[in-house]
């Protein structure tokens, strides 16, 4: 953006805004006032009109009592789903129940339903001029009709079988009588309609059972001289007797076939497991004898004894050998047991099949027999079918007749509906409510006042105001510091400073680092040396290290006579090693295992880092066990801690070829902390010294990182050839505290180790990639 545009943009003030309605209070304040006056006096004025509701339900009204015993026992259930209901609103609403409502209340003579009553001198001119139509034109049934139309609501209740109607008028007690007569006329209506159906149903009925009961007689006449000609006796299952036989012969015959088709099929395939000496156990005769499953769960326990065996005894011992002897005689046993099974169920075949053939023989005596006499049934059937069929007819018609015959006698056919709740005269009119239109006026002015407000405010630009970028203020310069390293309680000119940072390679060190004590320490040996030794001053700088910013590089003048200035590295303060001193320990004593302790946290545990890298870089088996919790010591090995590790060891997810992972930057392998469920894990803690004497086995030494671990965390890590190792930083309290519990708990040979000035090495291993 340029700064032309920058300057020329606007933005809103809110805050100008938003005063301009508290500047003009008085003006909206007049103008609710004047609206909420016209809203309350047009209210106070308007013609009062008053809602009544009358609920008609749609329910069947017959009785248990009064219902017919042939009807469907669902008849109590309600007649009528959503859609008759709607059909019924319709019907309610119609012309013809509207118009015998008006004739019976007589509400043509009513100014309110019939406009040419009464009619003003307004209305008369607009119609003299053509501006409105004449009302006298239309019928006075269709004035009536419509007004009524305007003035009724039919609804159905929703989920309900209630149907409402609503009418509203300027006569509280018309409002009232209307929806009640409507909804008689309604229920008198449909009364009306079932009387007619009754009556045509029963002049229907009376000739037609004439005719039915004079062709009953005749079809059962038939169906006996046919069944005296025939001679068939009939069985107990409303059929003949040869055919029943035949129906048991055949029921039998079938089963027989199926029992020796299964005994022939099962002798087949055990004798087939027996020829090919295949396993019998998925033949279900095999399996239930008691004897093969004894057999059985002795050889389960044989098999499970070689098992035991061979995993410490060679396969030609007198024990193994014995074993599998013994397995061989169970099977033996299990076949000869298997083949007199085998035997039994061929027995069982033959049996079969020689009740087969003399079911067959009867069979085909009983087919003959059977053949005649279905033929003859047939016909029989036939005359049966009509008499049947002609007498259900006529059972109908009569139950039905006489149904309708009683209740056209005694007028009564109940309506499947009724008035649920009739309407009551209203009290209060529903239109106009004076409270919520003033106070929906008021709010409605309010509102409109206030945008009014705004809108003139903001197109009159008096709410815009410059846009942030339009000035540009000067930037003050910022002077960085020179990258150099500074003690903290140290001070270095600028001149010094600047020349640490292009020569720190040049600078020598004094050696300060102590060995380790052999005897135990006590705490009064943590105490902090109070003063640093001075070095000797540093050398001027080279030509080739003499920077400018105007020219090209130029000879440094000599310097004259620079006042000492104090540069001091990291120095022994507590007895601690780096960590060269440390591998060349580890070396040196063959320990198999180190612990660190990293009280100050995830920093401090570089030193076991560093020190594995030193071990494996000599040559031996290092493995770095992570036991911290945010794996401060696998990920730098690894760039990630995605990997499994110990806990996924611990919750049996893993084994340990999945777990151990090559360092990335030397030789040194690591078991990160994982990614199963740290509590799972934990549950299986027991594991450790476990695992660690297979990893002490498998490697010259393991180095552990357990991170700010207290003495009763690491004493499970332990065991022959342990050297337990405290990381640290900086010698402040924290540490020297967790050195003095230590000792106090039981490593009275502690050795403090430091990161700090270590260097790793120049050239990393070939086929990796730099740490840095």
């Not at 499994?644 to 930057?665: C, E, K, M, R, W």
């Amino acid at each position: 953006m340029s700064v032309q545009s920058a300057a020329a943009d606007v933005d809103v003030d809110l805050r100008q805004l938003f005063a301009s309605l508290g500047r003009n209070w008085l003006r909206i304040l007049v103008f609710v006032l004047v609206v909420t006056g016209l809203a309350f006096v047009a209210a106070s004025f308007a013609t009062r009109h008053y809602k009544a509701q009358t609920q008609v339900e749609i329910a069947p009204r017959e009785s248990v009592y009064t219902r017919p015993a042939s009807s469907n026992p669902d008849s109590d259930k309600p007649i009528l789903d959503e859609q008759g209901v709607a059909t019924q609103v319709q019907i309610i609403s119609s012309n013809e129940i509207l118009k015998q409502v008006a004739q019976k209340l007589g509400l043509s003579r009513l100014a309110e339903f019939d406009e040419t009553i009464n009619m003003s001198s307004l209305s008369r001119v607009l119609i003299l001029l053509g501006l409105k139509n004449d009302p006298m034109d239309v019928p006075a049934d269709e004035r009536v009709l419509k007004k009524m139309r305007e003035k009724l609501n039919v609804y159905g209740v929703e989920k309900t079988r209630i149907i409402a109607i609503e009418f509203s008028s300027e006569d509280p007690k018309l409002a009232a009588a209307i929806p009640d007569a409507i909804a008689a006329a309604y229920i008198a209506g449909q009364g009306a309609a079932k009387s007619e159906s009754n009556t045509a149903a029963a002049d229907f009925l009376a000739p037609e059972i004439a005719d039915l009961s004079k062709q009953v007689r005749d079809a059962e006449a038939k169906v006996a001289a046919y069944r005296s000609q025939s001679d068939l006796l009939m069985g107990g299952n409303n059929s003949t007797l040869a055919t029943q036989q035949l129906a048991e012969l055949s029921t039998e015959l079938s089963r027989v076939r199926a029992n020796r088709a299964a005994a022939e099929g099962t002798a087949e395939s055990v004798r087939k497991a027996l020829q090919n000496g295949g396993s019998l156990d998925s033949l279900p005769e095999v399996l239930s004898s008691d004897l093969i499953q004894r057999l059985r769960e002795r050889q389960v326990e044989l098999r499970a004894n070689i098992a035991d065996l061979s995993t410490t005894l060679l396969d030609n011992h007198p024990r193994v050998r014995a074993a599998k002897s013994q397995l061989a005689d169970l099977d033996a046993q299990i076949r000869s047991e298997a083949q007199k099974i085998m035997k039994g169920l061929a027995m069982q075949a033959d049996a079969a099949k020689a009740r087969e053939s003399q079911l067959v023989a009867d069979v085909n005596t009983l087919k003959a027999a059977s053949a005649q006499a279905g033929e003859q049934q047939v016909g029989l059937d036939a005359l049966q079918r009509d008499a049947a069929a002609k007498r259900q007819q006529l059972e109908l018609y009569l139950t039905n007749y006489r149904e309708a015959a009683s209740r056209q006698d005694r007028n009564y056919i109940p309506v499947d509906a009724r008035i649920a709740s009739p309407a009551s005269v209203p009290a209060e009119p529903y239109f106009p409510k004076v409270g919520p239109i003033v106070g929906a006026a008021a709010a409605a002015s309010l509102l409109l006042a206030a945008v009014f407000t705004l809108l003139r405010e903001l197109f009159s630009g008096r709410a815009m105001r410059p846009a942030r970028g339009a000035r540009f203020e000067p930037i003050d310069e910022v002077t960085m510091p020179p990258a150099a390293y500074q003690e903290p309680s140290t001070r270095l000119e600028p001149a010094v400073a600047t020349e640490r940072a292009t020569r720190t390679a040049d600078v020598s060190w004094p050696e300060t680092v102590t060995e380790t004590p052999a005897q135990p320490r006590s705490a009064a040996e943590f105490e902090p040396v109070a003063k640093a030794e001075p070095i000797a001053e540093p050398e001027p700088l080279a030509k080739s290290e003499s920077l400018t910013k105007s020219g090209p590089v130029a000879e440094p003048e000599p310097m004259a006579e620079p006042e000492p200035v104090e540069v001091r590295r990291p120095r022994s303060v507590l007895g601690e090693i780096d960590v060269e001193k440390a591998a060349e320990k580890l070396i040196a004593s063959g320990a198999a295992r180190a612990i660190f302790v990293s009280p100050e946290g995830d920093e401090a545990a570089a030193s076991a880092i560093l020190v594995a890298r030193e071990v494996s870089d000599a040559g031996l088996r290092v493995l770095l066990l992570d036991l911290t919790a945010s794996g401060a010591a696998s990920r730098p090995m690894l760039d990630s801690g995605l990997f499994p590790g110990i806990t996924n060891l611990l919750a049996s997810q893993a084994q340990f070829s999945d777990v151990i992972h090559g360092d990335l930057y030397s030789d040194c392998h690591v078991i990160p902390v994982g990614t199963a469920d740290p509590i799972r894990a934990m549950r299986a803690a027991d594991r450790l010294p476990i695992i660690m004497q297979s990893l002490t086995t498998a490697y010259d030494l393991v180095v552990v990182e357990c991170g700010p671990a207290d003495a009763q965390g690491i004493s499970r890590l332990g065991g022959e050839a342990t050297e337990v190792f405290l990381s640290m930083l900086e010698a402040d309290d924290e540490v020297t505290q967790a050195a003095v519990k230590l000792i106090e708990s039981g490593y009275p040979d502690l050795t403090l180790v430091t990161p700090l000035g270590h260097e790793p090495p120049g050239n990393p291993v070939p086929g990796r990639r730099s740490a840095a």
